[in-house]
C-alpha cells in the first residue's frame, strides 16, 4: 500500500525560466511495472508522462504492446501514444524532435515532464540531445531490400550486410526490426556514412536530468513476465492479432515484434498455442535482459531495486534531487 511522503512545493523551479528544464525518466526492462510507477509519480507532481516505447507509438497495436489502459490514461496525460499509423516508418529522428517539444509543453504548464518506457534508444537521444541529421528516404533502395527480404535467406542476407556495415548500430538492432535493419543499409548507400557515426550528441545538455531506472529480482522478472503474457492471451491478443492481419496484411513488418509474431505463427498454424505462448515468454525474458543491459551501462541512471526500494523511496529521491 502506498503511503506518500509529504508533497513539497516546487514552484521556485518555474519562477527560473532560465535556468535547465526539470526531466524525470522512469526506463526498466520490459514487465517490471514502469507504467503503474510512472503514473504513481506523475500524480504526486502533478505532471504528464512522455512515452519512450517504440511500438507504443502505433495505432492499433494495443494488448502486444501493453499500451497503457484508458483508465490509465485518464489519471494522468499520456503524450507520444497512439498517434502513428502501422504502415509507417518512424524514426528516432522524429521522436525525438516530437519529445523535445512535449517537454517544453509541460513545462511551460508549470508542471516536471516525466518520460516512461524501455526504448533505450529514445531515451538515449532525448538525455543526450542527439543532433541526429535528417537524411531522406531512399525508396529505391528501400523497395529493394524488401524484395529481397521476402524468403529467409534474403532477410539472413540483410541482417548480416547491416551488421557488416555498421556493427555498432547493430547492437541496438533485433534481428527481426526489418524496418530499422534496412534503414542502417540505406542510409550507407546513401551517405556513404554509418548511422552510429552521424548520430553526434550535445555535452551540454539543456536538461537537469533524474533517471530512474528500475530493477528486481531476476526470477521475479521472469515470473511478472509469464503472467503478463498470460494476461495478453486472455485480454484478447489472438483476436487483435487477426484483426491487424486482416486490416494490414500479413506481412506487415510490425508483425515480426514480440508478442505479434508467435501470435501469427500459430495464426499460420506453424505452432501450437501452447508453443507460441512459451515462445512470448522466451522472447520477452531475452529482450528484458537485453533492456537490462543497455540501462545499466548507460550514463547517469539512479537504479532502484524494487525488492529493496518502495515507491516513497524513489519519490523521496526525485524530491532530493529536484532540491
Known sequence: MLIYISKINFDFIFEMKNTKIPLIVISGPTGIGKTSIGIEIAKYFNSEIISADSRQIYKDFNIGTAKPTRDEINLVNHHLIDFVEPTYNFTVSEYLNLAKEKIREI??????????GGTGLYIKAVTEDFEIPKVKPN?????????????????????????????????????????RIIRVIEVYETTNKRISSIRKKNL??????????????????????????????????????????KKYGINLPLLKTINYREIKEYLS????????????KKD?????????????????????????????????????KIH
Open 107 to 116: 513545462y511551460e504548464k508549470n508542471k516536471i515532464p516525466i518520460i516512461v
Open 139 to 179: 525508396y529505391e533502395i528501400r523497395d529493394n531490400l524488401k524484395k529481397i527480404s521476402e524468403t529467409e535467406e534474403g532477410r539472413n542476407y540483410i541482417y548480416n550486410r547491416a551488421l557488416e556495415i555498421d556493427p555498432e548500430a547493430m547492437k541496438r538492432i533485433h534481428k527481426n526490426d526489418l524496418f
Open 269 to 280: 498454424n506453424n505452432l501450437s498455442l501452447e508453443e507460441a505462448i512459451e515462445l512470448m
Open 284 to 320: 520477452t525474458r531475452n529482450f528484458a535482459k537485453r533492456q537490462l543491459t543497455w540501462f545499466r551501462n548507460s550514463d547517469n541512471i539512479n537504479i532502484f531495486s524494487l525488492k529493496n526500494n518502495s515507491l516513497n523511496d524513489i519519490i523521496e529521491f526525485i524530491q532530493e
Open 204 to 245: 551540454d545538455n539543456v536538461y537537469n536530468l533524474i533517471h530512474i531506472t528500475l530493477d528486481i529480482d531476476r526470477n521475479e522478472l521472469y515470473k511478472r513476465i509469464g503472467t503478463r503474457v498470460d494476461k495478453m492471451i486472455n485480454d484478447g491478443l489472438i483476436d487483435e492479432v487477426k484483426f491487424l492481419i
